[in-house]
């Protein structure tokens, strides 16, 4: 029997008793609960803080300067990447909410995480989105941010602080957004934005460093992001490569990094991997 043949029949196994097994393994990985309880109070430690200044081209040309928009308007941002499904599950509902604020002073920007611009490009072309898009290929923003869960949602409000920090997909922007950006107009149209200057003393003043540092980075971009975003654990957990914190998807995020994958099928990478390092993962 090969060790493909071992592997197939482990993972087949695994199947039945996987809520067994991610207990265990979340109660025997003390990294993973802090992991799990640093995204659930993520948000609140954003709430309050002011927005950190950025600069990001845009798909369709020029750029994105916070500084020149906050105080102005009311900002939204969404991180989101080509490859996330949630992401890509939310863009309907995006659309609807720029196409009711379009004559409003509300700016929703869609920062794409870590991607290639013609990867970005193609994914909105089939789309056929009509959305303003910035690319953080480096994902300094993103870090910034602590943008570890994608998509996530920030609103800025006149003030130029975080009014909402949201992780997860929105499926009703008229109930998760609309009563929040309405209050923030009508601050606005009471005289209450920020001045540029202000803003940009008030941010000068900010500290970020605990709140970035909680942005976990892969290391991986390009068709390696892709390919470990596709690739399911073989450790048995019900994780993709790239979310995954055994020691075997840490190798494999290891190998892709280094790996040549020019003329190369996803799914030839794929099974090339599982063969060298599934049993590993047992």
């Known amino acids: ?4 043949t071992l592997c197939l029949l482990a993972l087949g196994l695994a199947v039945p008793m996987q809520g067994l097994h991610v207990a265990l393994k979340r109660q025997l990985k003390p990294e993973d609960i802090a992991q799990m309880g640093s995204s659930a109070t993520v948000p609140n430690q954003w709430q309050g803080k002011v927005a950190p200044d950025f600069e990001l081209p845009e798909l369709a040309g020029g750029t994105f300067k916070l500084s020149d928009h906050v105080g102005r308007e009311i900002v939204v941002l969404n991180f989101f990447a080509t490859w996330c499904g949630p992401c890509r599950e939310e863009m309907p509902e995006l659309a609807r909410f720029h196409e ?3 004559s409003r002073h509300v700016t929703l920007l869609l920062i794409d995480a870590e991607e290639k611009r013609e990867l970005v490009a193609s994914f909105v072309e089939r789309g056929n989105l009509s ?14 941010y602590g943008a570890a869960s994608l998509p996530t949602t920030v609103v800025i409000g006149v003030d130029g602080r975080i009014a909402l920090y949201e992780t997860g997909a929105i499926r009703n922007t008229d109930v998760s957004l609309e009563p929040l950006v309405s209050m923030q107009l009508a601050l606005l149209a009471g005289g209450h934005g920020t001045s540029r200057d202000e803003y940009l003393a008030a ?3 900010e500290t970020y460093s605990r709140l970035a540092s909680a942005t976990t980075s892969t290391g991986l971009a390009g068709r390696a992001l892709e390919i470990a975003t596709k690739m399911d654990c073989p450790c048995g957990c019900p994780d993709k490569v790239v979310k995954c914190t055994c020691k075997t998807s840490k190798g494999i995020r290891q190998r892709l990094a280094s790996a040549t994958l020019a003329d190369r099928a996803d799914a030839d990478v794929i099974r090339e991997l599982n063969r060298e390092f599934c049993m590993g993962g047992m």
């Open 131 to 144: 959305l303003t898009i910035a690319l953080d290929e480096p994902g300094k923003v993103v870090q910034a």
């Open 203 to 205: 941010e000068g003043r």
């Open 1 to 4: 029997m090969t060790s493909r």
């Open 100 to 102: 009711r604020n379009g």
